[in-house]
């Protein structure tokens, strides 16, 4: 990230001054918040080096457009920061905040509004418990019926309002939903990917130390990838990982996790799972993909089989991420050693694991 005092760093102090000067008169003109982004942006802009930054704000001056706090951060995003998910979490967060803020605002128009009905209500009834001429009662029955009319003018405006808002505060949460999933998924598998994995492993963790009970980790490497990306094409490459994706979210219980832990790398947590039953669902994984020939439905060409080589252990007490990631990929080489398409196991009290061939 680009922080405002990075960009001025390369500058004369005179230089840096006079800019940041310039930069917040901008954001006093265009009624933009002093925040640390929005300063960067436009201190950038008048600093004038990031010619594209220049031309498209230069591009919304023209066209007279307001710079709201979402423009700011899109602009912000686009130019300063490499997390677009961060980004898209930001603007849709500030909108969020945008419409609550709305919600509030006309809740409290509303408070303000029945507190003068009611004043005006109790100065109608105070004058209808006088002896009035039928003149004036008349003209007080009216004023009565016109003051209803504009309440319950005013409360359908509200209601509509709030339903409004509500409605797009609905929708951002579930954008804001979709872009996190987004972010924790591989694009490619549709799996989790390593970032989720080291959450879910987190969390295993905890629950295991809170539930006193363990979880199974399964380290699975798709055996001669390389040889085969070399041979046949990245393209099919990816088909691979794609089954191999499939086969294991499909042979797995819904409390199961998988993830792409990295290249041809894929993890599984088996919640409150002993190794022996850990040992049993990475066999059937490498026995599915084991009995599946991949060929070209275009051309008809066989492209053989595809294996995996596992490794297989379980949380004990005291374990950290760390050490259980290292347990498993112990036991992951060790079938790789001992000939691929296997399952070895790695107990936490055995420096050598036990590997269960095909």
């Known amino acids: ?38 300063f960067t942006v436009w201190f950038a802009y008048h600093q004038g080096a990031n010619r594209d930054l220049v031309a498209e704000i230069e591009r919304y001056i023209a066209r007279g457009e307001a710079f709201s706090q979402e423009l700011c951060l ?20 500030h909108r969020i905040e945008t419409a609550v803020g709305q919600v509030l605002s006309r809740l409290g128009e509303a408070g303000r509004d029945n ?8 100065s109608i009834s105070g004058n209808l418990d006088e002896d009035q001429s039928q003149d004036v009662l008349r003209s007080l029955i009216t004023t009565l019926s016109d003051e209803v009319r504009h309440m319950a003018r005013r409360n359908t ?6 339903y409004s808002s509500t409605q797009e505060i609905s929708d951002l949460r579930n954008h804001l939903q979709d872009v996190r999933k987004q972010g924790l998924t591989d694009g490619l598998t549709q799996v989790a990917n390593r970032r989720a994995f080291d959450i879910r492993l987190g969390e295993a963790i905890q629950e295991a130390k809170a539930l006193q009970n363990t979880f199974t980790l399964v380290m699975a490497d798709v055996d001669h990838f390389k040889k085969f990306n070399d041979s046949y094409g990245h393209q099919m490459g990816d088909e691979v990982l794609k089954i191999v ?17 990295g290249g041809e790398e894929f993890s599984v947590i088996l919640p409150d799972t002993k190794l022996v039953d850990g040992q049993a669902v990475a066999e059937r994984l490498r026995s599915a993909l084991a009995g599946k020939r991949l060929r070209n439905r275009r051309t008809g060409d066989d492209f053989g089989r595809v294996t995996l080589s596992l490794g297989v252990t379980h949380y004990v007490p005291g374990d ?13 080489y060790q079938a ?16 050598t694991p036990q590997t269960f061939a095909a």
Do not use: W
């Not at 405006?157 to 709030?162: H, V």
């Not at 790789?336 to 420096?351: L, M």
């Open 1 to 38: 990230m680009i922080a405002g005092s990075a960009v001025a760093s390369t500058l004369s102090d005179d230089r840096a001054e006079s800019l940041a000067r310039d930069a917040l008169a901008a954001m006093e003109r265009f009624q933009i918040a002093p925040t640390p982004m929005n």
């Open 336 to 351: 790789k050693r001992e000939g691929r398409n296997r399952v070895a196991c790695q107990q936490p009290s055995r420096e």
């Open 74 to 93: 899109k602009l912000y995003g686009k130019y300063f920061d490499t997390d677009k998910e961060r980004d898209q979490v930001l603007v849709a967060s």
């Open 115 to 122: 507190e003068q009905h009611g004043e005006r209500l109790a």
């Open 320 to 332: 950290t991420a760390q050490t259980v990631i290292e347990r498993a990929d112990k036991a992951l």
């Open 157 to 162: 405006q509200l209601a509509e309002a709030i």
């Open 245 to 261: 994706g499939k086969i294991m979210t499909h042979r797995l219980k819904e409390d199961d996790f998988v993830a792409r832990y």
